[in-house]
């Protein structure tokens, strides 16, 4: 049973830095597409951040991230501790949201993610940044 676990959410005030992590279990994030999502109040769910995580010979690590992140926030990933990571830098109030890791079913040899469907997904973390 593939089980996905945020943590790290929190209130801050705006220009500040937060890392949110999610401990996947059931699941090795080894050569797998992976992504944060946000979702604002009275919003929509929106891709952040992406990543196809690679690992071993020849698969090489991958990611993406939204305009309105990029420069400051970056996904990165641990295989030791098959854990997944937003760090988000300089927030903005407009970055409140809850936060939701996800994950792609299956393995993968290079980065395909952009045309995957997300499978997985944990249960989100609040944060919120004061002006």
């Known amino acids: 049973q593939v089980q996905l676990v945020e943590s790290g959410g929190g209130s801050v005030q705006a220009g500040r830095s937060l890392r949110l992590s999610c401990l996947a279990s059931g699941y090795t994030i080894s050569r797998r597409c992976m992504g944060w999502f946000r979702q604002a109040p009275g919003k929509g769910r929106e891709l952040v951040a992406r990543?196809?995580?690679?690992?071993?010979?020849?698969?090489?690590?991958?990611?993406w991230h939204a305009d309105s992140v990029k420069g400051r926030f970056t996904i990165s990933h641990n295989d030791d501790k098959n854990t997944l990571y937003l760090q988000m830098n300089r927030v903005k109030p407009e970055d409140t949201a809850t936060y939701f890791c996800?994950?792609?079913?299956?393995?993968?040899?290079?980065?395909?993610?952009?045309?995957?469907?997300?499978?997985?997904w944990g249960q989100g973390t609040q944060v919120s940044v004061s002006s």
């Open positions: 996800a994950a792609v079913a299956g393995n993968f040899g290079s980065d395909i993610c952009a045309t995957r469907t997300y499978s997985y």
């Open positions: 990543i196809y995580t690679g690992g071993g010979s020849g698969y090489i690590t991958s990611t």
